[in-house]
């Protein structure tokens, strides 16, 4: 079945510092949402990417799906603490069946 | 705009007890999805609804897990009986079900179950 891999699992940095997480399917994506759960919250979404070799941007935040629809990333520029979470992929799949990654924690030191 | 309400928010339950949880999606959602996440982890499906028929059931464990959506508006999804393995967080969301590949989810609170 398909199967979303995302690394690292934990990534700690110090504030100001860039950060990115990867995301990986074993099977060609129709999209792939992003989404954060700050600590003890439930996930919200952040993006959507559905064109091969997209990128969208928002402030800090860039998003790229790749062109073989199979990985994105997401990357965080200067961060701040407000920033703080876990970072989840949802791999879309052409038979509608949605996989979340098992995301990436952010900390950051202040 | 109200957004998904879930109840209740914790609930602590002795091994083999049942359990129940509610779930109102945001209004005019006809598609109504049920995770389970444990610490550390990504959500995982149990069961995703359009409008009240279950189209997406593979990974509910169905031996104790039951849910239902009787008139395409809130949902319960139920554990009989529960077992400690099923602390875990119980999310429930929704999305507008206009375009089912590329909706976005709207996630609620969250259960937290605690099996004694």
């Known amino acids: 079945g398909q199967q979303v891999m995302q690394i690292p699992q934990y990534q700690h940095v110090q504030e100001g510092e860039d950060f990115t997480t990867y995301c990986n399917s074993s099977t060609t994506l129709s999209n792939i949402q992003w989404y954060k759960q700050r600590p003890g919250g439930h996930p919200v979404f952040l993006i959507q990417l559905v064109k091969s070799g997209e990128v969208k941007k928002q402030k800090r935040l860039t998003f790229q799906f790749g062109e073989a629809k199979k990985n994105s990333s997401l990357h965080i520029t200067a961060t701040q603490t407000t920033d703080v979470g876990t970072y989840f992929c949802v791999g879309g799949g052409s038979n509608y069946k949605l996989t979340f990654g098992k995301g990436t924690l952010l900390t950051v030191n202040p | 705009e109200a957004g998904v309400v879930q109840s209740p928010r914790y609930k602590i339950i002795e091994k083999k007890q049942p359990v129940a949880f509610w779930c109102n999606p945001i209004s005019g959602h006809n598609t109504l999805y049920w995770y389970l996440q444990n610490l550390g982890q990504g959500p995982e499906l149990l069961i995703r609804?359009?409008?009240?028929?279950?189209?997406?059931d593979s990974q509910l464990p169905k031996d104790r897990f039951s849910a239902e959506r009787l008139k395409g508006v809130d949902s319960t999804l139920k554990i009989q009986p529960a077992e400690l393995g099923d602390s875990a967080v119980y999310l429930c969301?929704?999305?507008?079900?206009?375009?089912?590949?590329?909706?976005?989810?709207?996630f609620g609170p969250g259960t937290r179950l605690t099996v004694l």
């Open positions: 969301a929704s999305s507008p079900g206009l375009r089912v590949r590329t909706d976005t989810q709207y």
């Open positions: 609804y359009e409008n009240e028929e279950a189209v997406d």
